[in-house]
């Protein structure tokens, strides 16, 4: 007998059962497995996938700048938005055709507004997430709030309102995130207290003891039942819900730069964490907070806490540099060792100079300012391709100079700051002012030693100056010899530097650090010669002509520096001879006396600057009395005797008097003097 064939008639019911299935406005449960499952399996997880890989590749090529306090949250911003542009626009369209095809809400005794499909809300939020990342956020509101309206018994609502504060904020609507972010922080805590009194509830029941066991069944206690009932009431949040409500409050709280109330916040983040590619950057930031905060000890547990979780290797080497900052007593001798042995590796030459750099920061911490500079010193030589860590080096060196009212050695080095910064370089704008300002002081002041010099080389006898002339042609020739020496041991350095490092990485040419491309190599020397001509690596490499170091007056034992310097730029072929150590010198009285007017007027220049741009007034008196020193006819004389006159007012009154009487008597009909006897005469 022949078997009957089944296929086609259950085939015929699968069908039936399916189309049946397909409607919306049935709630069965056929209906709602098939309208559940297709969502939360086709559109909703692919779209999550989506959503997580694009994150993910952004972060990936994300550069976080750890001179700043990092974000909290890493997402694209602005131009970057217009790159996933395309893939969002994607997840919006996957997500409302699930809703168009799969919510369930329209079905005949259904009540108004309900939803019974439960992957429903997870796509409408998922079309808010999407409309967030690509900077709609108009829209992104709108889908938060339909969720926050529609589910409002749901823990979705919760999530719905964070991410209307947080839209808020990228909004800059920082008055109505606070708002929202408040109420959340109300109602989980409100949440918190529910959950936690039906739990002391139900400890409370277990240990009060019953008679009988039917007793213990049928009877319950009054306290549990209202702790339930209660419990009942209040939806509670998400998972892993509070640790993203904190991290939203430190973001706003960094981007206030109200560190105290962030570093409280990213305390709650840092216990709520429970993401692992996450926990490492949790712990820097808390470490950056407690640095900035003052708290050294914490900044240096946290950064521990940082390194011993996974994280990209930038991160762990910064945390290892700001570790080394931050610690005290045994624990800095150990990561100072660490860290020196870490520069000392040729694996690790691409990185010297922040090491150095941290290690600077170190030594200025405990004050020993000549290991300090020293240290940055190294950093700038390092420095091959990381011209912004250059630039910070050259910056602390600068502000260390200008601590130390050294305010001719801090115009080179941030004039050096500003050549080398990259344009987005913190400050750089501040930076390029102050040394232009400085600048106007250093060319008055070594104008001034070079006038004075060669005033005073021009007043020895014949037989002296060529006598003094052979001693500083015997000391350019030794300063030449030297300094050929020390570019022969530099490039003897960079090239042991470039082989240990190829040794140590195969001498492959993929080789991103800067020596193993001969070209690049090259090509940047070339560069360099163009823009700057040969030059050593030393302070004021830079500058065509040297500040001289010293004014004091030379003898025909003592060689003038000043006069050195300026010559020693002259082309090889004529710097050694006496003839071009002769330039520049006077030859007759008038030619002094015009080189002590260009003199007092760059002394004056100086003193101006000192006083009014600096506030160093005691400097100001100092470039003022040196003006008094000359006897020339120039108006300065008088120009710096009524500054003298008006900056010792309340100070000196003798000297007050004093300057007062040089104008009356050598300045009689001046503006000055009449001043002086009438205070209102201008």
């Not at 916040?265 to 930031?285: G, H």
């Not at 100086?606 to 009395?625: S, T, V």
Request: glycine share 4%; aromatic share 10%.
């Amino acid at each position: 007998m022949k078997r009957p064939n089944l296929n086609k008639p259950i085939t015929l019911i699968l069908s039936l059962l399916l189309i049946f299935a397909c409607t919306t406005e049935k709630d069965a449960r056929m209906n709602r497995f098939y309208h559940q499952t297709t969502t939360r399996f086709n559109a909703l997880y692919n779209a999550n996938e989506l959503k997580v890989q694009t994150l993910r590749a952004y972060r990936q090529v994300h550069v976080d700048d750890f001179d700043e306090i990092l974000p909290v949250e890493v997402v694209p911003f602005g131009e970057e938005q217009v790159a996933i542009m395309p893939i969002m626009d994607t997840i919006v369209v996957k997500c409302t055709t699930a809703i168009a095809k799969h919510s369930m809400t329209k079905f005949t005794g259904a009540p108004k507004k309900q939803e019974h499909n439960k992957y429903m809300q997870q796509t409408w939020l998922m079309v808010g997430y999407a409309k967030y990342y690509k900077g709609d956020y108009e829209g992104a509101v709108e889908a938060f709030k339909f969720v926050e309206k529609l589910f409002s018994n749901s823990p979705a609502k919760y999530t719905a309102r964070l991410w209307l504060a947080k839209t808020a904020f990228r909004m800059g609507d920082l008055v109505k995130a606070d708002a929202l972010l408040r109420e959340l922080s109300r109602d989980v805590e409100n949440a918190e207290q529910a959950e936690q009194a039906k739990k002391d509830a139900e400890a409370s029941t277990k240990s009060k003891k019953k008679k009988g066991k039917k007793s213990k069944k049928r009877k319950k206690s009054s306290k549990k039942k209202a702790a339930n009932k209660k419990a009942k009431t209040i939806v509670q949040p998400p998972k892993d819900f509070k640790y993203e409500l904190y991290k939203l409050r430190a973001d706003m709280a960094i981007h206030r730069k109200k560190y105290d109330d962030a570093e409280r916040f990213m305390n709650i983040v840092v216990d709520e964490c429970r993401n692992k590619e996450e926990a490492a950057r949790m712990l820097f930031i808390l470490a950056q907070l407690s640095v900035h905060n003052g708290k050294q000890e914490d900044a240096f547990v946290n950064y521990s806490a940082s390194l011993k979780k996974k994280a990209p290797f930038v991160m762990h080497f910064t945390a290892r540099l700001q570790r080394a900052i931050a610690a005290s007593g045994a624990d800095k001798d150990k990561v100072l060792e660490e860290l020196t042995k870490m520069a000392n590796e040729s694996k690790n030459i691409e990185f010297r100079d922040q090491i150095y750099y941290a290690l600077g920061n170190v030594a200025e911490n405990d004050n020993d300012k000549k290991k300090a500079l020293d240290l940055y010193s190294k950093s700038v030589f390092y420095s091959i391709s990381n011209n912004k860590q250059k630039a910070k080096s050259y910056l602390r060196m600068g502000d260390m100079k200008m601590a130390d009212r050294d305010y001719i050695k801090a115009q080179k080095y941030l004039d050096s700051c500003v050549r080398v910064a990259p344009e987005e370089f913190k400050n750089r704008d501040l930076i390029e002012r102050k040394a232009k300002k400085l600048k106007d002081l250093v060319d008055a002041i070594e104008t001034a030693q070079l006038q004075d010099s060669v005033i005073r080389i021009a007043q020895l006898s014949p037989e002296e100056q060529a006598s003094f002339l052979e001693k500083v042609k015997a000391q350019l020739e030794k300063e030449e010899k030297e300094r050929l020496e020390r570019e022969a041991k530099r490039a003897a350095e960079l090239a042991a530097m470039q082989q240990s490092a190829q040794t140590n990485t195969g001498g492959g040419s993929g080789n991103r650090w800067y020596f193993y491309n001969q070209r690049n190599k090259a090509d940047g020397y070339e560069r360099f010669k163009q823009i700057w001509g040969q030059r050593e690596l030393e302070d004021d490499w830079r500058r065509s002509t040297k500040m001289p170091s010293t004014v004091n007056m030379p003898t025909t034992e003592e060689l003038d520096s000043a006069l050195v310097e300026e010559i020693a730029q002259a082309p090889a072929a004529e710097k050694f001879s006496l003839a071009s150590l002769m330039e520049g010198i006077p030859k007759d009285e008038e030619q002094i006396e015009i080189a002590k007017q260009i003199l007092v007027e760059a002394l004056y220049t100086a003193g101006r600057i000192y006083n009014e741009e600096l506030n160093e007034r005691d400097l100001g008196i100092e470039q003022f009395e040196k003006v008094l020193t000359y006897n020339v006819d120039d108006k300065h004389i008088v120009l710096s005797a009524f500054e003298l006159y008006r900056l010792y007012e309340g100070i000196n009154p003798n000297k007050r008097e004093q300057y007062a009487a040089f104008i009356l008597e050598n300045y009689p009909y001046s503006d000055y003097a009449k001043y002086i006897k009438d205070p209102n005469y201008f």
